[in-house]
């Protein structure tokens, strides 16, 4: 895999910042050209360090965009372009909690009903004592259907482009034992947000497809956002590569299913990421009330990571809001810090030589983007 060179990818920043079309003084300028260069060179080096196939990234910083660049490979001899599609993942999730505040802010539900009001006839355990608000803050005590569970992880490896379909994954999830009562543990499933999810088409009549692009993709104008189940993703494509079934190989076809609930499951761009950062994470959405729910913290979460814990739908490290997945070995990142109006959205993909140790290498580039743009406001995650 051959990174892009040095001045390529200079003269790429320097071209994007030009037609910008904002107009700006000489001076401000060169620190925007600066700072475009300080982000390169980082990436690269992370890169480097990761033995990453490619990445794709964009930094903006008080409505103004930095650098947007695409480094590295798709396939062998096809570079990576800012243009191609990724799989989102859980970035997702804060489009599901955002429309949840929503419908509270209209009085339609209450993130403290129980879950048995919305869902009478789920069969799904302590469903009269786990609230909405559990939910969204991953504290209602329910199994996860992947993490933890081996003997899923074996089946969806023996056949990765099986479809899956909602009940299938809640039936996975709860043949496990409950981790702990409704309330008392942090323990990251996607149970819960598939369930989160089901609410809103019970409370609104509309599948969660219609209301996120009601709700989310119009008003943010994402016009490259896909939802699918399916492993078909529109071209320009970003592969991905991993290790899962022993040999290294391209896991870009495989099906997503296994990941989130119906109408959760997208495909997007650089772009439409780095807006759902600046509007999403950015809380500009919903009221300022809901907002201080969006990013209240649980008393309950624990974590050996000072100062990481879990909102609704999104991790808080220190000041910063964020969210981390990784999907068919597409590691992804969108952070924003409200202070610094600071956004940066990037995805990653593995090299032969890379870890492949389930560990997502956009939390090690997010964190030394962040030590070199918000000294004053480091990320600590997982891997990193």
């Known amino acids: 895999m051959r990174p892009i060179r040095p001045r390529r990818a200079l003269a790429a920043a320097a071209l994007l910042l030009s037609i910008g079309g904002i107009a ?39 409505g103004r965009q930095v650098v947007k660049a695409a480094l590295g490979e798709s396939m062998t001899g096809v570079p990576a372009t800012p243009s191609m599609r990724f799989r989102m993942g859980s970035e997702t999730i804060p489009y599901l909690t955002t429309i949840a505040l929503q419908l509270q802010q209209e009085g339609r539900l209450d993130l403290d009903d129980p879950l048995s009001k919305y869902l009478p006839d789920s069969g799904v355990p302590n469903a009269d004592r786990v609230t909405l608000r559990m939910l969204g803050h991953a504290i209602s005590g329910y199994p996860d259907w992947i993490q933890g569970n081996q003997a899923f992880v074996d089946v969806l490896l023996a056949n990765p482009f099986r479809l899956w379909n909602d009940q299938e994954l809640l039936d996975a999830a709860f043949a496990q034992p409950l ?60 592969h991905a590569y991993g290790t899962d079934r022993g040999p290294y190989e391209d896991t870009t076809s495989w099906s997503p299913s296994w990941g989130l609930g119906r109408g959760q499951l997208m495909v997007s761009t650089i772009d439409d990421v780095q807006q759902s950062a600046k509007w999403i994470l950015g809380a500009k959405l919903i009221s300022r009330a809901s907002e201080r729910d969006f990013v209240e913290r649980p008393p309950v979460i624990k974590t ?70 918000a000294p004053g406001h480091p990320v600590q995650l997982p891997s990193t």
């Open 24 to 62: 700006v003084s000489p001076a401000s300028a060169a620190r925007a050209s600066a700072e475009a260069r300080q982000v390169l060179t980082v990436a690269r080096q992370a890169m480097a360090d990761q033995h990453l196939a490619g990445m794709i990234l964009r930094v903006d910083r008080s």
């Open 179 to 238: 981790i702990c009562d409704p309330g008392a543990c942090f323990h990251y499933a996607h149970t819960n947000f598939l369930l989160l999810g089901q609410v809103l088409t019970a409370v609104t009549g509309k599948p969660f497809s219609s209301l996120v692009r009601e709700r989310i993709f119009r008003p943010l104008k994402l016009r490259h956002t896909t939802i699918t189940r399916t492993a078909l993703m529109p071209e320009p494509t970003l």
């Open 304 to 373: 050996p990571i000072p100062g990481l814990s879990y909102g609704l739908g999104v991790l808080l490290s220190g000041d910063w809001r964020i969210q981390n997945p990784f999907v068919n070995n597409y590691g992804g990142v969108m952070a924003y810090l409200p202070q610094e109006r600071l956004a940066i959205s990037i995805v990653t993909t593995l090299g032969p030589g890379a870890d492949f140790s389930g560990r997502n290498p956009s939390e090690a580039v997010l964190s030394r983007l962040a030590d070199a743009l």
